[in-house]
């Protein structure tokens, strides 16, 4: 297999940028009608995820390592879109017929053979992860909402009993699908350490013209049933370090940080905990009360609420800079979520002041996201 | 037949190069471009690219076709007028311009309701605001009338003045309340119909 000349194949191809994927999907829909309904009505999203997924596969080629560690999580992830091994060798077929077709007088046998070789190689990993993963755990889980409260303007907890029990790690996600809107994928963190009756909450924002957002706040009722996908996700308390911790939570990405106030609670000797909340206005502050409350009662956790605009009766201003004047945190373990924005700057902050990257745990769903 | 492939070209500008190009800044701080709009610029040209790279691609591959067609005549086999091959890249062109066509209808309907959700949070965000301001005004209102009128029950003449301290405070404090709530409840009532009545009218605008 000739690396360099399947990379200067795909520069060529990716020229045409978007039409690339819209010729794969309708070349294999045409082929293979019933592979339509695994997907969503618009495939906007889907196909740039496409195009990212070959770019990447195609730019790392030369480190197999990192490489096969993102097709697994890739070929594990397709399973609870119902994706099977006979659905690889279709998308193989008209993958080749796409790059055949951009490619117009470049492809040859060669060149072919290489993107045969290639891309059997890389179903093969996808596959071998997926019938691996089948041994461990289901495709998906189905969860009924139990309870359902609005505990802010555009804020809804969800509670969830799924089938069979959903094991987890503080700290992780999984992907929920709403009936309302199937095939669109999105991913929640459980916002619980996990309890004896095995419910599950998740908070849930109302993201303006988010598809799936609305669904689960407006649109899904107590009793509907979900699809959840495999935890996931890297953000995991550190119980051995001993260090005191410092979590800082903007908006619903108090979700994961509170599931793990909970598996500190559980700790035999809880280490101090400092947790800022923040939100725009001090209504965004939707799970305050709950937190005072366990803060009232664990003599090792402050919460410190922040609001950056609006009146407020306590700490005012960016999340970011309440933090830095508060305290010098260079000796603490630190666990931050919430918008992209907002965790890269903190987390740029911190290490700026001492505390040392390794120290600092972030959610990063990069590949994973369908 | 590979000289007259359309791609082969060296050197040629790549939509690429440029999404990728940047541009040194200028020694003296604010006499270059912006750099918002020579972006803008650049992400118009690279869209244009890419059509115009696909368009030439779609005409070279009816090139291909016809002359295909045309040596297939000159050596008597007629068959190939349209072959199963272009039936199928037609059959995807079609489904393909479905596919966008439907992409654009879901995007139009997501832009539609998140503009809608923006609306009613900024609205709500005002009413709010208001309901606050006004809250503030009725205490503070409720709060002066209420002192005055513990300061009158106070004074009340039908009182001894010293002999009976006690009672007036209780009746100065009883009369405080009294007001307050008094005060407070009317307003809060005028108000809340108020807001509903706006609420309402809100509705019915929206149906």
Redesign the interface.
Same mark, same amino acid.
């Given at each position: 297999m000739d690396v360099a000349r399947l990379k200067t194949s795909f520069?060529?191809i990716?020229?045409?940028?978007?039409?690339v994927a #819209?010729?794969f999907?309708?070349?294999l829909? #045409?082929k293979y009608p019933e592979t339509r309904p695994m997907f969503p009505?618009?495939?906007?999203a889907q196909r740039a995820h496409l195009v990212d997924a070959l770019a990447n596969i195609v730019s790392s080629v030369d480190s197999v390592e990192a490489l096969s560690e993102f097709l697994r999580d890739l070929g594990r992830g397709h399973r609870k879109f119902g994706t099977l091994a006979d659905h690889y060798d279709a998308v193989g077929g008209s993958l080749l017929a796409t790059f055949a077709?951009?490619s117009?007088?470049?492809w040859d046998a060669e060149l072919e053979a290489d993107w045969k070789g290639a891309y059997e190689l890389i179903a093969s990993v996808m596959i071998a992860a997926a019938q691996e993963d089948e041994q461990l755990r289901p495709a998906y889980w189905t969860g009924v909402i139990v309870a359902q409260e609005r505990s802010a303007?555009?804020v809804t907890v969800l509670t969830v009993r799924t089938e069979p029990r959903l094991e987890y790690l503080p700290g992780q996600s999984v992907a929920i699908e709403s009936p309302a809107r199937p095939r669109l994928w999105r991913y929640y963190s459980m916002a619980n350490a996990p309890r004896a009756d095995g419910s599950v909450d998740f908070h849930v924002r #109302?993201i303006?013209?988010?598809?799936v957002s609305?669904a689960l706040t407006d649109g899904t009722a107590v009793g509907t049933e979900l699809r959840l996908g495999p935890p996931a996700g890297v953000l995991r308390l550190d119980t051995a370090s001993g260090r005191e911790i410092l979590m800082i939570a903007q908006s619903t990405g108090l979700a994961p940080l509170k599931a793990m106030l909970e598996q500190v609670a559980g700790l035999r000797q809880p280490p101090g905990v400092h947790l800022f909340f923040g939100a725009r206005?001090a209504?965004g502050l939707y799970d305050l009360p709950g937190l005072e409350k366990m803060a009232a009662g664990h003599q090792w956790l402050t919460v410190v609420p922040v609001v950056s605009a609006? +009146?407020f009766s306590g700490l005012r201003g960016p999340l970011t800079d309440v933090v830095s004047r508060y305290g010098d945190w260079s000796g603490h373990d630190a666990y931050l979520a919430g918008p992209t924005e907002m965790v890269r700057d903190c987390a740029g902050r911190l290490a700026a002041a001492g505390l040392p990257a390794g120290r600092i745990h972030v959610e990063d769903f990069g590949w994973s996201e369908p | 037949? %590979?000289s007259?492939?359309?791609?082969?070209e060296q050197n040629r500008l %790549?939509?690429?190069y440029l999404q990728a190009v940047t541009f040194p800044l200028t020694r003296w701080g604010r006499h270059g471009y912006e750099e918002e709009p020579v972006r803008a610029f650049l992400a118009e040209v690279h869209a244009e690219m890419?059509r115009l790279?696909?368009e030439r691609?779609s005409l070279?591959?009816e090139v291909q076709r016809l002359r295909r067609r045309i040596l297939g005549k000159e050596s008597g086999n007629d068959a190939i007028l349209f072959g199963k091959d272009d039936a199928?890249?037609h059959?995807? +062109?079609i #489904?393909?311009s479905a596919?966008?066509t439907?992409?654009r209808y879901?995007?139009d309907a997501?832009?539609y309701?998140?503009?809608l %959700?923006?609306e009613a949070?900024a609205r +709500?965000?005002e009413i709010?605001?208001q309901a606050?301001q006004h809250a503030d005004m009725l205490l503070e209102e409720a709060g002066t009338r209420a002192r005055a009128a513990a300061v009158a029950a106070m004074n009340h003449d039908g009182l001894p003045p010293q002999t009976d301290q006690e009672r007036r405070a209780a009746a100065a404090e009883l009369a405080y309340l009294r007001t307050f709530s008094d005060v407070y409840r009317k307003h809060l009532k005028i108000y809340t119909e108020d807001v509903l009545r706006t609420i309402e009218a809100w509705e019915s605008r929206e149906t």
């Open positions: 520069a060529r990716a020229m045409h940028g978007d039409e #819209l010729h999907y309708s070349d829909f #045409l009505v618009s495939m906007q077709h951009f117009g007088a470049a303007f555009d #109302l303006d013209g988010g598809a609305m206005s209504d609006g +009146r | 037949m %590979t007259d492939a359309w791609y082969d %790549t939509p690429d890419v790279i696909n691609a070279w591959q199928h890249v059959a995807v +062109r #489904l393909s596919q966008r439907a992409d879901v995007a997501q832009a309701s998140g503009r %959700t923006e949070r +709500r965000d709010m605001g606050q």
